[in-house]
Each structure stands twice: as C-alpha cells, then as structure tokens.
C-alpha cells in the first residue's frame, strides 16, 4: 500500500512540475489553480497515507506535519520573492513540492536547481560577452512585450525557474531511488 502512495504522490508531484513548467515558459508565471491543485492534493494523500499506514490516531499529527512543511518553505520562499532572488509562483511550488515531500528532499531540489541556472547564467553571459550569442533581439522582444501589455509588469525573477525545479525534481528523484 505504502508502494501505491509513493508512486501516486510522484506522478501528481510530476505532472503538477511539467504544467507549471509549461506555464511558466508561456507566461512566465505558475498559475494558483495550479499550486491550489497541489495543496488539496498533497494534503489529501498524505492524511489518506497516513491513516490506511498507521492509523486514524497519526491523521491529525501527519495534518498538522504537512501544514508546517507548506508554511516553512513558505516562508522562506516570500523572503527570496521579497529580494527578487526568486517568483512568488517558484515559492508556492516548492511548498507544494515540501507538502509532498520532506524538507530535505525539497532543500536538495532547490539547491540543484539554484546551481542548474547559475551554471546557465554564466555560460549565457560569457557566451554574450564573446560575441557567440547576442542578447539584443530578446531584450527588444520582451520589451516590446511589457510596452504593449496593459498588464502590470512582472515584479518576479527573469529566470524561468519551474522548468530548471522539474529537471532537477527527476534527478533528486532517481538518486533517492
């Protein structure tokens, strides 16, 4: 049974991962159906999961376990939204990976991923600097993109996070396998 949580809890974390992804490269955003989805799932699996494995006495403790999991990473997340280091969406999402997870697991995927796009980064900016790639049609196209929209600009990051979290996500998830 305990099988049957773990795979069900990874095929909704990785389809959660792969819409948000989707989302975020389209419209730059992760959208709150998608984070709400995750919440109520999550919750539910893990009081389901707890209840069929240990009983109907671990379902508030396992409950009150999720919420403060969701509420750390929370936390912290708004805190790196607040610097620009960071989306408000990339924020929620790891709270939903922490709700499904553990704080470790959630730790090592971020961190992966923060090294993923630094890495990124800096090749994109010695590719720049070395006159292999230019960086002018871009910068053009979005801001004619920000100048036409009646939308109020992003205030989030300019790096598309949710991509970079779902590959690292894979790869956490294999080497934990």
């Known amino acids: 049974m305990d099988m049957i949580f773990l795979i069900l809890k990874y095929m909704i974390m990785l389809a959660l991962l792969i819409i948000s992804s989707i989302t975020d490269i389209k419209e730059n955003k992760i959208k709150n159906k998608i984070i709400i989805t995750g919440l109520f799932s999550g919750i ?3 009081v389901l999961n707890a209840f069929f494995m240990h009983g109907p006495k671990t379902v ?3 409950f009150i376990d999720s919420v403060l999991r969701v509420f750390i990473v929370l936390l912290i997340g708004f ?3 607040k610097i620009h280091a960071f ?3 990339d924020a929620k999402l790891y709270s939903i990976i922490a709700l499904f997870y553990n704080l470790i697991f959630t730790l090592r995927v971020f961190l992966l991923s923060c090294l993923v796009v630094c890495i990124y980064g800096l090749i994109k900016i010695f590719l720049i600097k070395a006159n ?3 960086d002018k049609k871009r910068l053009i196209k979005q801001k004619s993109k920000i100048d036409n929209s009646d939308k109020p600009k992003h205030k989030g990051t300019k790096v598309i996070f ?3 979290t779902l590959i ?3 790869i956490i998830s294999v080497i934990r396998l």
């Open 87 to 89: 989306g408000a969406g």
């Open 162 to 164: 949710a991509p970079t």
């Open 44 to 46: 539910f699996l893990n």
């Open 60 to 62: 508030l403790s396992e």
């Open 132 to 134: 292999i790639i230019s």
């Open 168 to 170: 690292c996500f894979i």
């Open 79 to 81: 805190m790196l939204y």
